[in-house]
């Protein structure tokens, strides 16, 4: 099985060029997001993909360090930021753990859209995303929870994953999530779905 950067890379230009698949729920999100944000704040975005939330978001905050472990993605950021004349968006390529990142910490906020369910040691990396922020900084996050999936539903991304068509993928709860965050000293500010029925929790913790 490919490694997380290899899987990522290769369908970096295709993923990159999808288009957004649910508009409504994108739009809510980054509402719901703004709500959080304040002009001189420094954010880590985690998983940033190509950039495009990063630049969407950057008039709002102050300064924004937007991460990936695909340099295919990160390439693709870089360019589209100079395309936008965006100068307050600086990528950097890396995990969690990346030199870059603890350099420019602590945070005001950190952002993990569509990231935390790829993780493979959920517990530990909320840990450390705790450590990356100021204390009262916020963790803005979009996870899908797909606890629901249970034995056949869980197939398809098995067989694709044996291909090196899909990514690890933890089949977390939304409580779950809830409870690791507060494990690691986050209270949760608020926690919906867009629409309700939704698998991807929308989820919005303070360091405490
Ligand atoms: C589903 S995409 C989400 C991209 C973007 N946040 C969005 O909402 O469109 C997940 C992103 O996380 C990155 N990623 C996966 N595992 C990672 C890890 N362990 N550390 C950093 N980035 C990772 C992938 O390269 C990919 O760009």
């Not at 997380?4 to 890379?9: H, M, V």
């Not at 880590?44 to 969407?56: D, F, K, V």
């Not at 056949?152 to 977390?172: C, D, E, N």
Request: charged share 20%; aromatic share 8%.
């Amino acid at each position: 099985m490919p490694t997380s950067e290899q899987f990522w890379d290769a369908i970096a230009s295709n993923y990159a060029a999808r288009p957004i698949k649910n508009v409504d729920a994108y739009e809510k999100t980054m509402e719901r997001t703004r709500l959080y944000l304040k002009p001189d704040d420094k954010v880590l975005e985690l998983g940033c993909g190509s950039g495009s939330t990063a630049l969407l978001l950057s008039p709002h905050v102050g300064h924004i360090w937007a991460s990936d472990i695909s340099s295919r993605l990160i390439e693709i950021g870089r360019q589209k930021a100079k395309d936008q004349n965006v100068t307050n968006v600086e990528f950097i390529h890396g995990d969690i753990h990346a030199p870059a990142i603890e350099e420019h910490a602590p945070f005001n906020g950190i952002w993990a859209f569509n990231f935390i369910h790829l993780l493979e040691d959920i517990p530990a990396s909320l840990e450390r995303m705790h450590k990356l922020l100021k204390p009262g900084g916020v963790l803005i996050s979009k996870t899908a929870c797909l606890s629901g999936r249970h034995g056949l539903l869980r197939i398809p991304i098995t067989v694709m994953q044996w291909f090196g068509k899909a990514p690890h993928v933890s089949y977390i709860s939304a409580e779950k999530l809830e409870l690791l965050m507060q494990a690691q000293g986050f209270e949760i500010l608020e926690s919906c779905t867009f629409p309700k029925a939704s698998e991807v929790r929308f989820i919005v913790a303070r360091k405490l």
